[in-house]
């Protein structure tokens, strides 16, 4: 209703200030979810590449992967989305977060910004320092980047001297390792899915998505040196090679599976509640249009754009009735009003 109308009816006009969304091109999109993935890998990755002076610790790994993340989603969440994971994405898009068009498009952009930071952290490799790893070529070293299971887990790495001593080293098995990626990337993505809601009053969703990432490396790093994301799986798998591929399997379904796990859960235990809305009609038909409930999952719940005027229905209703009301006095004639003679005018 427009507030010249509002004004000849007596109604307090309310002005209502409109937020312009700006819609990103797919393009720009592409290139965010790129360069996300790119420094994310290399907050990974590239500390894992040369982890081993720092005595092979996950810790230096999970707070690069972390505060980096939490970088990425500052400076182009709000162009993508900030996904950087494959699995993050599709649990988006289970959740009716993220249109479904977007999937492809979103992983293929993810893989290659992976597989670039990759390609840079092999590339620098000194070959000096392969003696001291043990390695005897690049490829080998960066074997260890990658994700595995069973003589492959960082866990058997780690009691291989219980081997040569008479025992057998520590191994996760495939299982165990399918079992963990799965929990933690559903832990993962919840926590995304929770903080990113429009319910939400959480306002620093990059801090609480980096330190859950990095919380979630130091869990799953002795099973399968954490993967979490597709992504950064592929991107060790393309330059270390070998076993590597044979593994990579499992570091690409399981973490969409917790993905979807997630978004299930969001999608069947977050409240959803119904927004009653009322549809003003135009001044020449002056009528209220039919109540209708509507809730909505890919805003996630937020009030739709046109709520104020729902806001200002019980103005509108209290002006339409008082429009009806000097209506009627109109209708019953002149003659009816009380305190009024013969011929005279009416009063405004």
């Known amino acids: 209703m427009s507030q010249d109308l509002a004004a000849s009816r007596g109604t307090p006009a309310v002005a209502v200030e409109e937020t312009p969304t700006v819609e990103h091109g797919l393009f720009p999109r592409l290139a965010a979810e790129a360069f996300g993935t790119f420094v994310l890998v ?25 505060i980096l993340v939490m970088g990425a989603i500052a400076a182009v969440g709000g162009v993508s989305g900030g996904h950087f994971n494959p699995a993050v994405t599709f649990g988006m898009a289970l959740a009716g977060r993220t249109p479904w068009r977007d999937l492809v498009p979103y992983w293929l952009s993810q893989i ?23 390695s005897q070529t690049k490829a ?16 058997a790495g780690l009691t291989a001297q219980a081997a040569q001593q008479g025992g057998s080293p520590a191994e996760f098995t495939m299982w165990a390792a399918l079992l963990v990626e799965v929990i ?32 979630m490396l130091i869990v799953a790093w ?25 593994q990579l399997w499992l570091f690409v379904v399981a973490p969409l599976l917790g993905g979807a796990l997630a978004a299930l859960f969001y999608r069947a235990f977050a409240p959803v509640p119904a927004v009653e809305q009322v549809a003003v009609g135009s001044a020449a038909g002056d009528t209220l249009g039919d109540r209708y409930p509507e809730h ?53």
Do not use: C
């Open 184 to 215: 933690v990337t559903a832990i993962f993505v919840g926590v995304i899915l929770g903080v990113t809601s429009k319910r939400s009053a959480v306002t620093y969703a990059p801090v609480v998505i980096g330190l859950t990432l990095g919380a």
């Open 140 to 155: 080998e070293l960066f074997q260890g980047t990658a994700n595995g299971f069973g003589s492959h887990s960082p866990l």
């Open 112 to 134: 290659v910004g992976g597989t670039a930071a990759a390609a840079v952290m092999f590339s620098i490799i000194p070959e000096s320092f392969l003696p001291l790893t043990g």
């Open 296 to 348: 909505d999952v890919v805003d996630d719940g937020a009030v739709a754009a046109d709520e104020p005027a729902a806001a200002t229905t019980s103005a509108d209703e209290a002006g339409d009735n008082k429009a009806g009301d000097n209506k009627a006095g109109d209708d019953r004639g002149d003659e009816d009003a009380p305190g009024r003679t013969e011929g005279e005018s009416p009063k405004a």
């Open 42 to 66: 290399l907050g990974i990755v590239g500390t894992a590449t040369f982890n081993a002076v720092n005595g092979g610790q996950i810790l230096p790994v999970a707070l690069a992967g972390g």
């Open 222 to 246: 002795p099973v399968t040196n954490a993967s979490l994301n597709p992504a950064r799986s592929f991107a060790s798998a393309v330059f270390g090679g070998d076993w590597t591929w044979g």
